[in-house]
């Protein structure tokens, strides 16, 4: 009888021809031989067999064609038997020739393949024999350009109601390019100095940023959100834009940096934790590769809830959901095979990771999820869920952190809204996130430096600049327009005179280093950004200043203890049971009671200290 179900594993090629029917085996051996052929099915299954024995064997994988033997040496050189129809098309661009007239049809007939595959699986007998001769198949590459085109064309059908057929027409969409390598640290460093001045606030529910926080940040980005300075509203196609894009690094940012522990919430407010106050002093790419480090493990958000249109992700289906720390291993493996510097559109992202076996699933039950305006997933497809966990993942965090460069175009002019050749099939062509207009992404050097491809990194070396000029007055005077970041760092040093003047002062200095800020900090930022040096009436001015805040040491707190006599003072301060845990205070006579001396004991020995006092014969009461 036949496999009715396709089964993965099948020991022997007999084992195999036993299951097929006579009409099948007839088929079978008509593809060598037109007469002479048995009607038993015994003696069909013997002249079958017999065909593929010794040199006929090789002679059989000679008659296939290319393909036919690209899919036989996929599966002997792997450890499946199954053909995988999926991972083969994404690869080769087409499916070798299984048969000819239909597998229903009269006049069915089977292909060579039917030779080497019973219900798409290859007998292990079989797959061991063929691998003494069958090549190792070509290695799965993924496509990539040098550079980009400023436009890409785009073909939209619609229906002609006067002339009631399909009408064509093609138009050229611009093409928007964001490089992130060097603007990642930067904007890291501006996001941590809005933190550290109290105006980030999220909710203490689901610690998503505030709109109010979202539009802040997106204020003193360099260069903004990806879509801030968009202004068109129709696309030129004619197309009216109706998706609302919303924010994209405003709110990777915040996340990220709660992902990386370098902030904490307090009354729905972000502070900088220890480690966010170290990180505005140390190598910006590596605080970037904590945060990348930090993001892959973390379970503080799941992509997919940043695709608005796939509903249900907090009901039932939540249950059927992967791990995100799954999806993400998959997709970064994939990244480590793309070649640096050079761009690779998204489509042949997907087309690899299917090809080289990367693929993942977002839900074991899609069923569970529905999709906006369409209903629930019940045949959904690898571009309606994975393709968009995918498009997030790159868009909202790699890109954010630097680690690939980018280019995109709007939302609704994304490739999933026109008809080409993806080698996927899906079934909806309308806009579903904010990330469907990610077209191209580039690896980076940053980005080779956080996937443990390169183990060193060596950012790139600006020239010096002239922006700030520093006066023996201490003032500071911005000559070029500052970023962002730099006015946030100036206003949290120094005292604002003007827009472009400030003053250094003494009390607002120790206001800054008393929440955490560095002199160092201060004195590295205005040599950089100042072509000539510092002035000695400025550097003798942080060199007091650093004096003054090295002069002082919090050993901690501790309990004061006053003894009635100088002498029962001296014998606990003296007594080997006693002198590890206190030592005499010197308190001012204004201070003192009488004739009675004091005793210092830190609150971090006052328990050993109350013990030994005991054992001396002493106890201090409640």
Excluded at 176 to 197: F, M, N, Y
Excluded at 322 to 345: F, M, N
Aim: charged share 20%.
């Amino acid at each position: 009888m036949p496999y009715y179900n396709q089964p993965d594993r099948i020991p022997t090629v007999l084992e195999a021809l036993n299951h097929q029917t006579v009409e099948q085996l007839k088929a079978l051996a008509s593809l060598q031989a037109t007469s002479n052929i048995p009607s038993r099915k015994a003696e069909l299954i013997n002249h079958v067999w017999q065909q593929m024995q010794g040199e006929a064997l090789q002679n059989l994988w000679k008659q296939c064609d290319r393909l036919q033997q690209a899919v036989i040496s996929e599966v002997v050189h792997s450890a499946d038997d199954r053909y995988q129809p999926a991972r083969f098309i994404s690869k080769y661009g087409q499916e070798p020739l299984w048969d000819t007239g239909g597998h229903y049809s009269y006049n069915y007939k089977p292909s060579i393949l039917g030779w080497f595959f019973y219900s798409f699986t290859m007998p292990q007998d079989l797959k061991a024999r063929l691998k003494a001769f069958v090549p190792i198949p070509e290695p799965t590459r993924i496509q990539s350009v040098e550079s980009l085109p400023n436009t890409l064309s785009r073909t939209e059908k619609n229906y002609g109601y006067s002339n009631r057929q399909r009408e064509s027409r093609s138009f050229e969409l611009p093409l928007h390019l964001r490089e992130t390598e060097s603007l990642a640290g930067r904007d890291l460093q501006t996001i941590l100095r809005l933190v550290d001045l109290g105006k980030v606030t999220i909710s203490d529910k689901t610690f998503y940023p505030t709109g109010v926080t979202l539009s802040a940040i997106a204020e003193v980005l360099e260069m903004g959100d990806y879509y801030s300075d968009w202004t068109a509203t129709q696309s030129p196609g004619g197309r009216q834009y109706n998706y609302e894009i919303g924010f994209i690094k405003p709110f990777a940012w915040v996340m990220l940096l709660q992902a990386g522990k370098l902030v904490e919430l307090s009354a729905k407010r972000l502070g900088l934790t220890k480690a966010g106050q170290k990180a505005l002093n140390e190598p910006r790419e590596k605080v970037l590769q904590t945060l990348w480090k930090s993001w892959l493990k973390n379970t503080l958000l799941d992509e997919l809830r940043r695709v608005d249109s796939i509903k249900g992700q907090t009901g039932k289906g939540k249950r059927s959901l992967t791990a995100a720390t799954g999806r993400r291993s998959k997709i970064v493996d994939a990244l480590k095979d793309c070649p640096v510097g050079r761009w690779i559109e998204v489509t042949d992202f997907f087309r690899y990771i299917i090809a080289a076996g990367y693929e993942f699933e977002v839900s074991r039950n899609p069923e569970s999820l529905t999709l906006e305006g369409y209903g629930s997933l019940y045949d959904s497809s690898f571009l309606i869920l994975e393709a968009r966990y995918i498009l997030c993942f790159l868009f909202e965090y790699v890109s954010t952190l630097g680690l690939v460069d980018v280019a995109y175009i709007h939302p609704d002019d994304g490739v999933f809204n026109f008809q080409k050749d993806v080698s996927l099939d899906y079934y909806y062509s309308g806009c579903l996130s904010r990330y469907d207009g990610l077209t191209y992404f580039r690896l980076t050097p940053l980005g080779a430096y956080c996937l443990g491809l390169s183990d060193f990194y060596t950012p790139a070396t600006l020239p010096p600049k002239q922006v700030l000029r520093i006066l023996p007055n201490l003032e500071v005077v911005a000559v070029q327009p500052l970023s962002r970041a730099d006015r946030l760092l100036l206003d949290s040093f120094l005292q604002p005179v003007s827009d472009v003047v400030w003053q250094l002062e003494q009390g607002k200095l120790l206001e800054a280093i008393s929440q955490g800020r560095s002199v160092d900090e201060l004195q590295k930022f205005l040599r950089m950004n100042s072509s000539e040096a510092l002035p000695q009436p400025v550097t003798q001015f942080l060199a007091d200043l650093k004096t003054r805040i090295t002069s002082l040491q919090d050993l901690g707190s501790a309990r004061l203890i006053r003894c009635t006599d100088t002498a029962l003072a001296n014998l606990i301060a003296n007594d080997s049971r006693t002198k590890a845990y206190c030592f005499l205070a010197d308190v001012p006579k204004e201070v003192a009671i009488g004739q009675a001396c004091y005793l210092v004991v830190p609150a971090a020995t006052a328990a050993k200290f109350h013990n030994a006092l005991k054992k001396l014969g002493y106890s201090l009461p409640v």
